[in-house]
């Protein structure tokens, strides 16, 4: 099983006092959170405002600084339409990118997910699917790419835990029937991020944790930062073994 730290995801700057911004605070945090048992770092990048973005001057620069400082740790960045909605310009965008990462997410939920899919594996990047319906599972079967993937984000969006467990049985059973053998990473958010970091573990998943997944502990009170969130899910992590 195996940790990714997730930093910062699409929320807003000020949404919590650590949440990582600029390039030197996110090799900060990328950095703490190996330290507190990371595998794995996922960074939605930032440009000057803290504003998501998919340019590649903010890219290049955030990943040349995260592999100086962590160059044996995979480094993972978004393509969500949260950084750019223009389907056909984030292509552009990520067809431009002169230094690419570890691995890339890709939700199969939004509009020309496969094309920039397919772009990705054909630049020898790592494709981890983001899938947040047994829709989205359908169309990574349907794709005929299901096989080039590196892994399957499984990551149901309901507020309740028992509507989120319903919605990740049912994208499993998707790919239990497709017969798709992807290693599977589950994760909640907010109110569910624990009680489903749980149960990853209990069925021996990948998990990630950090503060885009969640602003607090499990017992609900606000957590100073990523490398405390880790270091609580690598004690569950070690207590579920």
């Known amino acids: 099983m195996r940790i990714v ?3 910062n995801g699409d929320r807003r700057p000020g ?10 605070r996110i090799v900060a945090d990328a950095r703490a959170a190996v330290a507190a048992g990371a595998d794995e770092v996922h960074v939605h990048p930032r440009d000057g405002g ?12 955030l990943l040349r600084l995260l592999r100086a400082e ?6 993972s960045f978004t393509t969500a339409l949260s950084a750019e909605p223009d389907p056909v310009r984030r292509y552009d965008l990520v067809q431009r990118w002169s230094a690419l990462p570890f691995s ?20 020898r990047v790592a494709v981890e699917a983001g899938v947040w319906t047994p829709d989205a599972a359908r169309i990574l079967v349907a794709s005929g790419l299901a096989g080039d993937f590196s892994r399957v984000l499984v990551e149901p969006t309901q507020a309740t835990t028992e509507d989120a467990l319903h919605n990740a049985s049912a994208i499993d059973a998707v790919l239990d029937r497709a017969e798709l ?24 998943r990948d998990v990630r944790i950090g ?3 969640t602003l ?10 990523n490398a405390a969130l880790v270091a609580l899910a690598t004690a569950r992590m070690s207590a579920a073994a």
């Open 5 to 7: 730290a997730c930093l």
């Open 15 to 24: 949404a919590h006092p650590a949440l990582p911004v600029s390039p030197e």
């Open 50 to 61: 803290g504003a998501e973005s998919l340019e590649p001057q903010v890219v290049t620069p």
């Open 70 to 75: 962590l160059p044996d740790v995979p480094v």
């Open 104 to 123: 890339a997410t890709v939700n199969l939920h939004e509009p020309g997910s496969v094309e920039v899919a397919r772009l990705l594996i054909d630049r």
């Open 181 to 204: 053998e992807l290693p599977r990473l589950l994760h909640g958010r907010d109110a569910t991020a624990w009680p489903v970091l749980d149960t990853a573990l209990a069925a021996g």
């Open 211 to 213: 503060l885009e997944d």
């Open 216 to 225: 607090r502990d499990s017992e609900n009170n606000e957590v100073d930062g």
